[in-house]
């Protein structure tokens, strides 16, 4: 039964998107420990700023409207960084600058796919990034539906000069987006011409979703892009007619030398313990499409936000915070590898590190690595977060930029989490400041403000 | 406050969409009068029939798969009217052919539109049909944002020069459309340069709308285009931080020789009276993005489903049924007023007209234009549909393609009514055959094919 049933799953996904915090019925709260209580005036005065405006989301709105999309090695992204220097300064941060990094600078320019014959249909489609490029009369073959790597395997015979479409359902990101990354090396391996993918992504409105590839060493390079789920699904259903279908995709897509960037940082100076740090932060950089609003612009605006609740408010905690927002995550990773380099002396000083690279929908709290003892002082922070329904504390806090530094010396790190559908515009033209509410990006900052500032005020070390 | 909550419309509208039928204690059922028992029987088989397959579904899949788009004058839309003549006589339907009906060729071309500056910023965009194009380097101008026909007036000392936005949210379609079609001279005869509007739809994920402008007689006809939601939401907020944005729009937009096209017309002969005769219909032409699936390809194929059932089951009425696929409604209506033209002399033996073009959703029965007395007759054969939840007789079914018909002749209309999101996916990319599940297109069908059967086949003419 060919019927796609594309409408239930985003009614679905937006209808949890869209959920304000449960009842507080829903959730069962811890009462805070004894310890916790010296916070609560600082906290709820953290919390009281920041949602009492919406300026962090006209951050986000100013940042996207002004510079657009931030992908590295555009001048788009080197303005903004400029830009976010400059703001953290009139918002009266300390230490301000910049961290140089070289990063890749992979272009798309003009690209298509379509379907020859007599009358040619055109398809919706983002290149891959990283892919390489195509002939300027693109490449031409037929093409092959398969539905998992073991069908590819199964159908090696079949892939020699043919244009080769991994039409895999969404289920998860981790599950799905291996066919994106491993796709094109799997399929040029036994001889195919071309990589497609169907996005990695719920179903949209013929939203394709772009994202990084990963080539295996030592296998033909060969061009990949993504599909819409229309288009995947369209195929599907002329292959599965028996239809030869015969695909033509061109793409300009190349690297060009690399290009200076950074790492943006400022700072709250501990007014004890100067040299113990917590870092906060998200990346910068974006794809190409939309304008990395939710990837990761509102992650870079609440770590920062932050920072600029403790300013306003006066609260100068015994160690430093510091916000990074790190160049280069996407296409590269070269910004969160360039942070630990740089900081590796210090990095025994680092006492938590947080990122936020999940979007900033309905915030419900944080997920933690780190000791038990560590986690145990972590949720009693979090019952002071209690009141806006983000007192959660999960299994894993581990994401990309702070990685490097997390593993070089086993730093306790913490992620963000939300409730809502990322992946609905996750590397799209969709991703735009619209999609976030004003008040959801309040409550991830008062969130974000409180944990940081409650790790760099207490007493002991987290650890 | 600029917050545009641009997801709970499309959930609200996505949840409204994947509504099954209401509960049947909802729908207050009327019994079916004496008269109507005799054809209980054959309106059991024709529902049977349709709803036992997907084949409806399965002909929209493989149109909009095969011949894409079908925008009059493209060779897609005349490979398609061949293959539908074909295809109606593989149904053993009778009468089959062509009537040819010369169409304007409006070709897209490319296209684009940006925020000029240092860095550029390409926005989302879809010219409008029935557009002059731009020259080749476009036309450049300062944004004026207004939300209404009365803020351009009360503005037209700034118009000069400009480039227009109308950003007016979608309340219903009468209201908004009218900034789409009467824009382009409203803007132009205060001197802008060119029109941009919001697209006349939901919010969607950066999902532009085409659809036809009207050129006012006598005024300059400029170049139009539809933005996204997200698009004309940043230029909103760009203009009310007192940035001057400056456009650039490009369109090659053109218009070439009217092309030759055709209505696709097969019957089932009436068996006693085949002069009357029943038509039924949709319009085969679309836009030329997405694959004119809802709009109008299902219309089309479940009108054409209807006689396609009768003939499966050896129901000939007393009276023709007809089945026309009437073309170039989208950007001109000439199919429909052809079809007046060429069945002059046999409009008065024109019995009923009933054409389906607001998509094919969850079907609640039909809007109808006629008499008082037929509309009692008509709500009478309704009770049989009461089963399958299509039994709602509304006010108004007259439609575009049998308007000119039905205006010349006092002809009783029709119009299949739905229960879905049509203007989510109207005139964008994302009309695909995945938004329409099979089994509402099998109940809209087996409805059309009661409805049409009974009125053929009753001894007294409907009037």
Redesign the interface.
Known sequence: ????????P??LA??A??QFPPPSTDVPKRASPQWIATYRDSANRLIGEAVAT?AA??RL??L??T??SRLSG???LE?AIKWAAEEMQRDGLENVHLEPVKVPHWVRGRESLEIVG??P??L?MLGLGNSVGTPADGVEGDLLVVRSFEQLDAARDQVKGRIVLFNVPFTNYGETVRFRAEGPSRAGALGAIAMLVRSVGP?????PHTGALSYAEGQPKIPAAAVS??DA??LQ??AD?GTTVRLRLKMEAQFLADADSANVVGEIRGRERPEEVVVLGGHFDSWDV?TGATDDGAGCVVTWDALRLMKKLNLRPRRTVRVVLWTNEENGGRGGQAYRDRHLHELANHVMMLESDSGVFSPTGFGFTGTDVARAKVRDIATLLAGIHADAIGANGVEADIGPSVQQAGIPAMSLEVDGNYF??HH???D?V??I??LDMARASAAIAVMAYVVAEMPERLK
Chains 1, 2 share one sequence.
């Open positions: 039964m060919p019927y796609m049933p594309l409408l239930r985003i009614a937006l209808v998107l869209l919406d989301w006209q709105a100013y996207g409207d510079f657009g555009s001048p788009n303005a007599r009358i249909q055109p919706v179903p949209g409105l013929r939203t789920v229309e699904a369209r259903r002329m007619r939309g609905l515009v799209t033209p969709a735009t619209d999609k509410r004003p």
